[in-house]
């Protein structure tokens, strides 16, 4: 088995075993979720665009709260001496920590939507193949900047406060795209010529994924 | 001393073109046919927000420094290039929105120069709350060399995808002179021109500052 998926598969052993993260990140989105619904005037349907909005904020929120559990978790003891010394590049780290907050993510968004259904009374209309495929190409551009920045804030007092300040404004091209073509697929009218959009959240993906395997090592042997 | 002397002409010289600015923009340019008095803002809101953007461009400069050689200069240019454009281009944006508001009848509006200099402003408040955060020196000057590199990689981005959802801000600079008296350029020239020299001094300044104050810390510590 490749090293960053064990990496990541002890990483998610760790958060689903020892319930890390996850509950907390789930129980934030749905919260965030409810509280939105209150905005709507009785018997009133939220638009697609807002409901989408409501999904992204939920999710890097969760984002933040996932990286941070994530990169905690070598925080005791001085375990993170072991996985540097580990012979492994911090590359290597890189992809173990962001393929298991995305797999985390994953699974929490499932509960956001099904928040956005029963709350906000949102339907897919059956797009369930385009909807998988923007949580995806937006979730890899979340995940990738997640782990670069939440290396950058391990063994902070105020991390998660801190990761937030720096992640958000900085993840507001992704965000964009993702309620501009989320609420296409929640209004029911699918991705309409919005090609450059999806264009631009791939550059995104792709852009930060290089910077990121550049910039991490740095990130993480200072940390 | 040299320094010290080329800084304090530099200081004088600004204060000076900042004066003859001024009077250009007063004196000198017309009062705007449609727009009238308020559009005098415009001199100061276009200097403020490009000195701005070199500014967040000399943080870039700065970190990749910081990764390359690792001295405390380019750190200490970084840290004072973040604080002028953050300072630069809240004044951009608080100048904006008070012309905005007898033009546009909106106090704000979503445009993409408006939302990428918004954008921009908290990315580097993030990068100076990171930079004053309770971290050893070592680390912090990686850390925030790294998010100095990220935050301008990300600049390109916000503003395709400001655009891409809409757009109301006037061109002024695409369309050809966009009907701009030439005294109203010779006017926008000399602000552009004190505005620089007056970013040149404050840059200048604070690296010293921020250099010293390092040495201060090491002496101090040095004595414990």
Same mark, same amino acid.
């Given at each position: ?15 689903l ?12 989105g749905?919260?965030?979720?409810? !509280? ?8 009133? /349907?939220? /638009? ?7 999904? #992204?904020?939920?999710?890097v ?10 990169y905690?978790l ?17 590359? /290597? ?25 029963v ?8 797009? #369930? ?5 923007? !949580? ?7 995940? !990738? ?7 950058l ?16 404004p ?11 073509l ?14 450059? #959009?999806? /264009? ?15 910039l ?8 | ?5 080329l ?33 005098k803002?415009f ?15 000399l943080?870039f ?39 905005a ?24 408040m ?13 680390? =912090? ?24 959802? =809409? ?18 350029w ?18 200048a300044? =604070? ?6 104050q ?11």
């Amino acid at each position: 088995m490749p090293r960053f998926l064990v990496l990541a598969r002890k990483d998610l052993g760790l958060m689903l075993g020892l319930g890390l993260g996850l509950a907390q990140t789930i129980l934030l989105g749905l919260l965030i979720i409810f !509280v939105f619904s209150l905005s709507l005037p009785v018997g009133e /349907t939220m /638009t697609g665009q807002a409901a989408a909005a409501i999904f #992204w904020l939920a999710s890097v929120f969760g984002l933040v709260l996932l990286f941070n559990a994530l990169y905690h978790l070598e925080e005791a003891n001085g375990v993170r001496l072991g996985l540097l010394l580990a012979p492994i590049s911090p590359g /290597t780290v890189f992809l173990g920590k962001a393929l298991a907050g995305a797999a985390l993510l994953l699974l929490a968004q499932i509960f956001f939507l099904l928040g956005l259904v029963v709350f906000l009374g949102q339907s897919l209309y059956g797009q #369930w193949a385009s909807a998988l495929g923007l !949580v995806l190409a937006v979730d890899l551009g979340l995940v !990738v900047l997640g782990s670069l920045l939440g290396a950058l804030s391990q063994g902070q007092a105020a991390r998660e406060s801190l990761l937030s300040v720096i992640l958000f404004p900085l993840l507001v091209p992704l965000l964009l795209g993702g309620v501009k073509l989320g609420g296409g697929l929640l209004s029911g009218v699918g991705f309409q010529d919005e090609s450059q #959009w999806l /264009t631009l959240i791939l550059a995104f993906d792709a852009l930060f994924a290089a910077v990121a395997l550049i910039l991490f090592p740095l990130v993480f042997r200072e940390g | 001393m040299k320094n010290s002397v080329l800084l304090s002409t530099l200081a004088v010289a600004a204060a000076l073109t900042l004066v003859a600015a001024h009077l250009a923009i007063w004196l000198h340019a017309p009062v705007e046919a449609t727009m009238g008095l308020v559009q005098k803002i415009f001199y100061l809101h276009l200097p403020l927000a490009w000195w701005a953007l070199l500014s967040f461009f000399l943080v870039f400069v700065g970190s990749v420094g910081v990764l390359v050689r690792k001295t405390p200069v380019w750190d200490a240019l970084a840290g004072a290039a973040a604080e002028l454009g953050v300072l630069f281009s809240g004044l951009a944006l608080i100048t904006g929105s008070l012309w905005a508001r007898p033009i546009w009848n909106v106090w704000w509006t979503w445009d993409p120069r408006l939302t990428t200099a918004l954008i921009m402003w908290f990315v580097y408040m993030g990068y100076l709350v990171l930079r004053t955060s309770p971290i050893p020196e070592v680390k =912090r000057r990686t850390l925030c060399a790294v998010l100095g590199i990220v935050a301008f990689v990300d600049i390109p981005l916000v503003f395709f995808s400001t655009r891409l959802w =809409r757009s109301i801000h006037p061109s002024v600079m695409s369309s050809s002179g966009g009907g701009m008296e030439p005294e109203m350029w010779q006017a926008m020239g000399g602000s552009l021109a004190a505005v620089g020299l007056l970013w040149i001094v404050l840059v200048a300044l =604070r690296v010293r500052q921020i250099l010293s104050q390092d040495r201060l810390d090491g002496l101090w510590a040095a004595r414990l």
